[in-house]
């Protein structure tokens, strides 16, 4: 079972070029283990990857050791809810795909807000 998104229909897929997703089969789905809580589905930009990565987490080097390409502009991914919300206080959130966003995520932002940064 896939689970729902934000909009109460069931998840589709984020990414699967690259693969993401905490359990990497493409969805943005969160489950036991998955402590940064994994459910938003981003279009990540150069200004919240630069972000990310002044927080610590340098999402654009390639970590082949854990079959990580390294993401560009453009690239969707499955971001940390609060490292989201850490970029929507700090007005660099990246558009969100809402029926590629787990409804847990609604436990920690607006839906609101996340419609407010909807993707096309």
């Not at 989201?84 to 795909?97: L, R």
Request: proline share 7%; with cysteine; glycine share 10%.
């Amino acid at each position: 079972m896939k689970g729902y998104n934000v909009l109460g229909t069931p998840l589709i897929p984020c990414s699967l070029d690259p693969i993401t997703g905490y359990f990497r089969d493409g969805t943005c789905r969160t489950g036991g283990g998955d402590h940064g809580i994994h459910c938003i589905c981003a279009q990540v930009t150069e200004e919240f990857l630069t972000f990310s990565a002044k927080k610590g987490n340098d999402l654009s080097t390639p970590r082949p050791e854990f079959e990580f390409p390294g993401l560009k502009p453009g690239d969707s991914w499955c971001l940390c809810v609060m490292r989201w919300k850490e970029a929507f206080d700090a007005g660099c959130a990246p558009k969100v795909k809402l029926e590629a966003t787990a409804e847990a995520a609604l436990e920690f932002v607006n839906l609101e807000d996340l419609k407010a940064h909807r993707s096309s």
